[in-house]
């Protein structure tokens, strides 16, 4: 059973630019949520989707979106990039509604802003 | 709003011995999820075990064993006959058992760095 997928790996971009970043959930698991991972933060949370819904967001500002798609893809778009958004950005994937079995994570994408 | 502390930000271990990781957390829910989740260096997290808070019965998957305190808001991790493999960073963290939109997430600590010597 292949696990959450996300791409790229790795990611670097200029100040300014956007950035796309990619998430395949496991296979009918269609909760999908997104952290961003910190050395001075730690791990903060940035949306939760079911079913094509945004159910939760994050203490992110507007320039961080994302969507989850029918087949539970879910993509989280950065815009107008800082160097503060360098980080590794982690997707899960849940089978339950309510996590309750746990998540299921990615290997991360990793975000170099220069 | 839920907050989760783990107050070892490094902790090291003796292959085969046992070390124990400290998580507590502040809630005023009654019913909620707890988990402990590793990262090694190949930055995936892998849930290592999960805790209901109704359930009194303390989780176990073999080598590793919770001490769930509800009372107490205090979840820790025992991690038995340490093996190089179990070098990682561990973190702790909540899930509340509630629907809501502020409810759909996970709450981590800092996490805490496990090294285990040979």
């Known amino acids: 059973k292949a696990g959450v997928t996300q791409t790229p790996r790795y990611l670097i971009k200029t100040r300014g630019q956007q950035v796309t970043l990619s998430c395949s959930p496991i296979?009918?698991?269609?909760?999908v949520s997104w952290y961003q991972q910190t050395p001075g933060q730690g791990l903060q949370f940035l949306f939760e989707?079911?079913?094509?819904?945004?159910?939760n967001k994050g203490n992110f500002p507007g320039r961080f979106s994302g969507r989850q798609f029918s087949n539970s893809r879910s993509e989280m778009n950065v815009s107008t990039l800082e160097l503060g958004d360098s980080a590794l950005y982690l997707c899960?994937?849940?089978?339950?509604?309510?996590?309750?079995?746990?998540?299921?994570f990615g290997s991360g994408t990793r975000l170099t802003v220069v | 709003a839920q907050t989760v502390t783990q107050s070892q930000p490094e902790m090291s271990v003796q292959e085969a011995e046992t070390v124990t990781l400290s998580c507590t957390y502040d809630t005023s829910e009654s019913d909620y999820y707890l988990f402990w989740y590793k990262q090694p260096p190949s930055r995936q997290m892998i849930l290592v075990i999960r805790?209901?808070?109704?359930?009194?019965q303390n989780a176990t998957e073999n080598r590793f064993s919770v001490n769930f305190q509800k009372a107490a808001k205090s979840f820790s991790l025992k991690i038995s006959d340490s093996q190089l493999g179990d070098a990682a960073m561990y973190f702790c963290a909540y899930r509340s058992a509630y629907s809501g939109g502020s409810n759909y997430k996970l709450t981590f600590g800092k996490g805490t760095l496990l090294t285990v010597n040979p």
């Open positions: 805790q209901e808070a109704y359930k009194q």
């Open positions: 899960a994937s849940s089978l339950g509604s309510m996590g309750e079995i746990g998540y299921t």
């Open positions: 989707y079911f079913s094509e819904t945004q159910r």
């Open positions: 296979s009918g698991h269609r909760s």
